[in-house]
T-cell receptor, first 113, second 116 residues
């Protein structure tokens, strides 16, 4: 079945370090891919998305490129901040109306100053 | 962007009681809403799909008589945890798809349920 696998955390970085969180997927059809972020005590917020192969999603300095050949959607940021500390979820949905998201297990990022 | 609200944000109840959680789409209509459950330090697991005007569709392993879902209108879905027990304590999150071509999901802020 369809699934999302992302690297296990926690990831601990110093401020201004480079961040990569790996995400790979298995899906029938042509999924849309998402990264969601969950700050402590809050609900999920969409961080970025890509809806077709080679698309690059970007937001708040984060980027991820939809790689169909490697079935990957790795999240990157060149210089993390303390305020980026959160749990990051990779997710997919099939490009059909109203289908639910399939989530990875989440990766906790902790950034220290 | 579209906004989804949940109420209450936190609830503490005694074992054996029932708890109702509301999920509302505030500025758009949603014929479908999704209910997820999130255990501590784990991912979101889809519990059920709430369908306006028809029965909810439950995922395998989710007790439909335990988790009652009612999609009363195009902007409201409710999840009732019946005869709650401590193992039902969790973070419950709803979402609704927007109107865009790829039906981006908009999430509610979640409800923290603690059963004593």
């Amino acid at each position: 079945g369809d699934s999302v696998t992302q690297m296990e955390g926690p990831v601990t970085l110093s401020e201004e370090a480079f961040l990569t969180i790996n995400c790979t997927y298995t899906a029938t059809g042509y999924p849309s891919l998402f990264w969601y972020v969950q700050y402590p005590g809050e609900g999920l917020q969409l961080l970025l998305k890509a809806t077709k192969a080679d698309d690059k999603g970007s937001n708040k300095g984060f980027e991820a490129t939809y790689r169909k050949e490697t079935t990957s959607f790795h999240l990157e940021k060149g210089s993390v901040q303390v305020s980026d500390s959160a749990v990051y979820f990779c997710a997919l949905t099939l490009s059909q109306a109203g289908t639910a998201l399939i989530f990875g297990k989440g990766t906790t990022l902790s950034v220290s100053s | 962007g579209a906004v989804v609200s949940q109420h209450p944000s936190r609830v503490i109840c005694k074992s054996g009681t029932s708890v109702k959680i509301e999920c509302r789409s505030l500025d758009f209509q949603a014929t479908t809403m999704f209910w997820y459950r999130q255990f501590p330090k784990q991912s979101l697991m889809l519990m059920a799909t709430s369908n306006e005007g028809s029965k909810a569709t439950y995922e395998q392993g989710v007790e439909k008589d335990k988790f009652l879902i009612n999609h009363a209108s195009l902007t409201l879905s409710t999840l009732t945890v019946t005869s709650a027990h401590p193992e039902d304590s969790s973070f419950y999150i709803c979402s609704a798809p927007g109107q865009g071509a790829h039906r981006e999901q908009f999430f509610g802020p979640g409800t923290r349920l603690t059963v004593l």
